[in-house]
């Protein structure tokens, strides 16, 4: 009896720690750059010096942080999903972890002003979604060791207007990365108030998740075991199903069928580029995708890439953001690129991408550990997560689920949690207390952390809890193991110190797309695949990340490629100029004086030099002047951002039924964390037409890029003489009907210099680059205001218009024009001379991605986002951008986060070459003087930008940047180069 009883009560107890447990999700947002990777592996415990940009979303594992062992039993560990900040991912991929996730993390980059406002507006579409009412919130002012980073609370709180936030939320002031030994406890106190929080309120917030899982059809809780193994089985097997729930946009009816029904649990989501072959999708989720236009026939030749997934998310986007809002234009032609051919042959057409991909690929797809049970966690494999994409149907700020009024505006059931009722949950308890912590910890830097403490066992630790996915399973809930006080983040962190967060490898799901060109399914092309990576060591990543990161390394894998390229380059010039850009070029004959990465405008002034333009080699130049651009249409549609919280609607309670009903509507399908655009079908070739759609709709940054290196590869023709790309510039400041795109673009132009007339300094800068594209003069803008003063003109384009100030921030770098037009075309020029021909070698992605850093971003950044040099697609993405977000019909359209506002720096620059220029100068300075932040430069507010002609060109920066440089993006270090520095000037 006694027995009994004492073996009875001790399974009662495991049986309450089990129902104790809380399966706990969090997700970090922020917009590119600002560090959200960076401070996942700081939470997990292995913080890093670079950190890779995030194509897709990683998924990591850290350990509960306890105070106990007897805490650490009672819970499961955390689920953190890490996501691509780039604004596309923005705004069709992070919806769908809206409804998965207890909690989240909003990571900005404090250093750079001239993106506040879009970190505001992010910041407030997030909170006005109605997936992430009353979850609480840790926000992270990060970078704090860059000068200028806003260390001030109130600051950031006026800044972010979240004064009157009424969730629950903490504001820290952190440094992610590792600061020459110094660590900063900020983040896992942060984080440590997060899980505190959200087990305080843990019954209501994981019922919602759960509810919303159950929604969906294939619902099922994050990391569900056996949801995750049958979705695999059926991932391998069987061809994908549609969605059951199709909102088909306008423009993208074909393809939304197409996407794969397959669970987020089954479908791999993809992460770093490390893991996906060059031509892969990731280029189709750049936020330069904007650029579509660009060449349609580098696209269709030299990487189809197309996940049916992406396209159909951003077919819902489109259709929710027709309602709502313009971000959405872009995505609609892609749609219609993939569409019917797509449909047709879906189902087969996975089954031959499948078939046809090399096994290597395959196999880690089949080898998805999904089952892997906690102990494999342990193992230092790193994966990225192969967390679900959920149809997400609405953009992050047209979400259909954004009824709720502003967060700001509403109030916040009372928690049932002691800690909620003692109020610690809200940010001014701890913010004060917090702030002056960090104060002083930076006046004492380093301050005494737990990773001080153990930094051996944390980092050990580190990688022990990767899992690919835990076996979340939605428990009893029950009170935060932490008590009501916020205090205990000094316990947590002494705990933490024994215990650092265990850094959890991440599945890395991708979609690997064949190059196949003979296929003229799309779908061929198209595959998904998950790739799991081992990361042995951290050391051995860091070895790895830093040795990618260097612009250097990023120009061995130019070379690789190159090398992998049967064509010869075209030109000598063209030759020389990579060879001067690549390190690794043996074969070129000339030094290797810069990385391209640094300078990546070299290609562009050498394209320039260069008689030929690709672009006009192009077929489809004709038919893309003719064309019409699908792409106005589809802007039209679009209907202004919803600007501010004030905009949303009252309070709704009901989120819990609206939730269901979405979810209903909405679920879980998809796979791949990834989304990819951009499909490039052979078939359509045929279509002038629907090339000249698919194109525009289709070219990401990333894809353009993509499309560069296949250019290089493949192309045959040398770039079209500088000339010929001016007047192909002035061509559309003159009316000419070379495209709609560019007439609209004119018309925008119009319209915004007639609005702004008068406001020399914001819009006229707009129009000041344009006439000096036209002119070809360096002249910097005036737009170069300072930020926050906007004139009515940026009201017009939106929020981005604030963002002006920024780009005025950075004067110096129109003094420097000829730097950067020497190395901002680097990309492009260097990419006609590829040729297409050449498939990709996935080896050689994934020997890059055999580095365990999240190196995988790297390499598409490398090549796949280097942009097309098509003239085409220059004009289109200035133009079309521009039309967009000035469009006189629409002009709130230009949502801050469109694609346009992303255009590749090289399409840009290519055409636009007097605009370029002035830009180039800008971007140049950027480039060039990374010293003025600590070579971290800060982002030009190209972004945020001015909402019209002036946000592109800021724009047109950033995307060289992350189109084509940040594609490049090898390594961190390699990214911080290539980041303007914005904030200096300020
Ligand atoms: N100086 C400094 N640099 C940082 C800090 N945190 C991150 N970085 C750098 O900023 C760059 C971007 O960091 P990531 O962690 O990749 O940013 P992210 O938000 O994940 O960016 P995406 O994945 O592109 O959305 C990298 O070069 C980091 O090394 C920080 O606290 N201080
Ligand atoms: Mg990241």
């Known amino acids: 009896m006694g027995a009994a009883s004492c073996k009875n009560s001790k399974s009662s107890e495991q049986n309450q ?16 750059y600002a560090g959200k990777t960076s401070t996942v592996k700081a939470i997990e415990g292995s913080p890093i010096k670079h950190a890779i940009s995030t194509v897709s979303t990683n998924t990591s594992i850290v350990p509960y942080p306890v105070l106990t062992k007897r805490d650490e039993k009672s819970h499961e560990p955390i689920q953190i999903i890490d996501v691509s900040g780039r604004r596309q991912f923005r705004e069709h991929s992070w919806p769908d972890y809206y409804d998965k996730i207890h909690g989240l993390i909003f990571v900005l980059d404090a250093s750079e002003k001239k993106r506040i406002i879009e970190n505001k507006q992010t910041l407030e579409d997030l909170l006005g979604n109605d997936k992430l009412r009353d979850k609480p919130i840790l926000i992270l002012a990060n970078k704090q060791d860059l000068d200028g980073a806003i260390e001030d609370e109130k600051e950031i709180k006026r800044k972010l207007d979240i004064d009157q936030l009424k969730i629950k939320y903490k504001i820290e002031f952190c440094t992610a990365i590792k600061n020459n030994n110094k660590d900063d406890d900020s983040i896992r106190k942060g984080f440590s108030w997060l899980i505190r929080t959200i087990e305080a309120n843990y019954s209501a917030l994981n019922a919602r998740v759960v509810n919303n ?111 709502n809002t313009t971000k959405s234009n872009t995505l609609t032609k892609k749609k219609k690129v993939i569409g019917p051919a797509s449909n047709a042959n879906k189902d087969t057409s996975y089954k031959k991408s499948n078939d046809n991909e090399p096994k290597s690929y395959r196999v880690p797809y089949e080898s998805l550990p999904e089952d892997d049970s906690w102990s494999s966690m342990k193992k230092t494999s790193k994966t990225n997560d192969t967390l679900p994409n959920l149809y997400s149907k609405s953009s992050i700020t047209n979400d259909a689920t954004k009824k709720y009024p502003s967060p700001l505006l509403r109030d916040i059931k009372p928690n049932s949690s002691s800690l909620t009722s003692k109020g610690s949950n809200y940010s001014d308890n701890d913010d004060d207390d917090s702030f002056s912590k960090r104060d002083k910890s930076k006046s004492t830097f380093p301050p005494k952390t737990r990773y001080d403490d153990d930094d051996d066992s944390y980092k050990k630790f580190s990688s022990s809890y990767s899992k690919n996915k835990p076996p979340f399973t939605p428990k009893k809930t ?36 064949e190059e196949d060109e003979e296929g003229s399914d799309p779908f061929k092309k198209t595959s998904l695949k998950l790739t799991k990576t081992v990361d042995s060591d951290d050391d051995d990543k860091k070895k790895t990340s830093k040795s990618y990161l260097s612009s250097s390394d990023r120009l061995n894998f130019d070379n690789d490629y190159r090398r992998t390229t049967s064509k010869p380059p075209i030109s000598p010039a063209i030759t020389t100029k990579r060879s001067k850009d690549d390190d690794d070029d043996d074969d070129s004959p000339l030094p290797k004086p810069l990385s391209r990465s640094r300078f990546p405008n070299d290609n562009y002034l050498s394209t320039l030099s260069k008689p030929t333009n690709r672009l006009i080699a192009d077929d489809d130049d004709d038919s893309y002047k003719k064309s019409p651009s699908p792409y106005s249409a589809s802007k039209s549609l679009s209907t202004p951002k919803k600007p501010t919280s004030s905009t949303y609607g009252a309070d709704n309670d009901d989120d819990d039924g609206k939730y269901n009903t979405k979810n209903t509507h909405r679920p879980f399908a998809t796979t791949s964390t990834t989304k990819k655009l951009g499909r490039f079908d052979e078939e359509d070739e045929e279509d002038d037409d629907d090339k000249k759609k698919i194109t525009k709709s289709y070219l990401s940054s990333s894809d353009r890029s993509n499309l560069d290196n296949d250019y290089r590869r493949t192309t045959t023709k040398p770039p079209l003489s500088p000339a010929t790309t001016t007047k192909r510039s002035k061509d559309n400041d003159d009316d000419s009907p070379p495209s709609k795109s560019l007439n609209r673009s004119l018309s925008t132009y119009k319209s915004a210099t007639t609005t702004k007339k008068g406001d020399d300094d914001d819009d006229d800068d707009d129009d000041d680059d344009y006439k000096s594209k036209s002119n070809s003069k360096p002249k910097v803008p005036l737009r170069f205001n300072d930020d926050d003063d906007l004139p009515s003109s940026s009201s017009k384009f939106g929020t981005r218009s604030k963002y002006d100030d920024d780009d005025d921030d950075n004067p110096s770098s129109f003094s420097k024009p000829t730097i950067r037009s020497k190395y901002g075309s680097d990309n492009r020029s260097s990419s006609p001379l590829r040729s297409t021909s050449i498939s ?42 521009d039309n967009k977000s000035s469009s006189p019909l629409n002009p709130k359209s230009h949502s801050k986060f469109d694609d346009d506002d992303y255009p590749s720096l090289s399409s840009k620059l290519a055409t636009q070459s007097p605009r370029l220029t002035a830009r180039s100068k800008f971007t140049d300075d950027d480039y060039t003087s990374p010293s003025k932040k600590n070579s971290f430069p800060s982002r030009d507010d ?45």
Do not use: C, W
């Open 942 to 986: 190209d972004y945020s930008g001015k909402g019209g002609l002036r946000s592109r060109i800021g724009n047109d920066d950033f995307d060289s940047n992350k189109g084509g440089f940040n594609s490049a993006r090898v390594g961190s270090a390699a990214t911080q180069r290539f980041r303007p520095n914005m904030n200096d000037d300020d």
């Open 840 to 881: 990709r070698k996935p080896d050689d992605k994934a020997s890059l991605s055999s580095s365990k850093v999240n190196t995988r971003s790297n390499f598409e950044d490398d090549d796949d986002d280097r942009p097309p040099i098509s003239s085409k697609s220059f004009n289109r993405s200035k133009h079309d951008d």
């Open 213 to 323: 899982a159950k929604g969906s059809n294939r619902s099922k809780p994050i990391g569900s075991k056996n949801d995750r193994k049958s979705d695999d089985s059926n991932s391998e097997d069987e061809p994908p199903t549609p969605p059951k729930r199709m909102i088909i946009p306008p423009y993208s009816k074909a393809r939304t069928d197409f996407r794969p029904t397959n669970d987020s649990n089954k479908l791999p989501s993809i992460n770093h580029a490390k893991n996906i072959p060059k031509p892969s999708s990731r280029d189709t989720h750049s936020e330069d995708d904007n650029d579509d236009d660009v060449n349609y026939n580098a696209r269709v030749r030299a990487r189809p890439v197309i996940s049916p997934v992406d396209n159909d998310d951003y077919s819902y986007n489109r259709s929710s953001n027709q309602a």
């Open 17 to 32: 720690e089990n129902a104790n447990k809380k399966n706990i999700t969090i997700g970090v947002f922020g917009l590119d």
């Open 478 to 513: 029950t009170l935060g193991v932490y008590g009501a006080d916020d205090d205990d983040d000094d316990k947590l962190n002494n705990k933490t110190n024994h215990r650092p967060f265990g850094s959890t490898p991440t599945k890395k799901l991708f979609k690997h797309d």
